[in-house]
């Protein structure tokens, strides 16, 4: 009879692929996606504990052991009885996910800070789904995928010579590109929306183009920021929400998120909620690169007073009154 014999890079690569699979398939379909992140989130985990931990092995066998003492013990049982320590009938304890992290940075490799923080903000997305339910949006969950996986990579290839199978590299590449691209387009969207932003401020505009039940006069910007710091909202310690722009007014603040027009709309209601709690409560502008479709949506921003516009709506605005 054929023995069931995985190694542990054997394992933690066949979870991470299945994970990076996962997700690429949650990036491509447009609907009935969020159990595909789920599987994504679940398997990326197990295979980036499972690999930090034959990082450890790599170094020294003992240092995936949670108490050393304890596993001394059970190693000098285990020679006594000729078997694997694991096959010992309670067989020592091995570090957890967390302090596997720790365990690398300390006698293997430092990690990068925002590296090692998105690892531990992985697992704690993971212990949320594992035992209970997850309270985050989706687009928290992608981004953390994305941030970890090239760093990732680096990790266990160049420093550790730990070498992935091709496909692999291929799967990560395509979520390294997409990111790359979600970053070239937000930061091409912002330097648009940058560029016209001095111009509305106090214009008249229309309702039609802002989705709104009456015209508006945008009040005089006094400042207008960049990802303000200062607006900030935590999870775990790190940052869940920094909008896009902040304009400073004489009577109230106003907030800009900037998206595509195909974004899930689900994931903007944690930012709405976000948004209603501040204390100074700003007026909320969401704009969009080409028409939001649904209707609905639409309706329950009016309905939230929070206003919406097509960028390109916005810049054709103000190209037809320069005329």
Known sequence: MEKMNISLKENGEHSLKKGIKAFKSYKNRKTDKKMLLKEALMFIHHGVELLLKEILVQKSEFLIFSDLKVATKKQLQADREGIDIFYLSNPPHTVTYSEAIDRVCAFVEILDTNFRDSLKELSSFRNQIEHYQIDVTADEVSKIIEEILPPLESLIKQKLSIQLSQDMKEEIKFVHDLSNKRKQFNSLTEKRFSKILPLLSGRKINKELINSNRDLTIPSFIQILK????????????????????????????????????????????TINIVEELEDKPQFWLVTVGDIENQNFKDLLKAKGILYSNLEDLEKEIQNSKK
Not at 227 to 255: A, C, G, V
């Open 227 to 270: 990802e303000p710091k200062h607006i900030k909202k935590f999870r775990n310690n790190k940052y869940i929400f920094t909008p896009d722009f902040l304009m400073e007014t004489e009577s109230q603040d106003w907030i800009v998120e900037i998206k595509g027009n195909r974004f899930a709309e689900h994931t903007l209601y944690n």
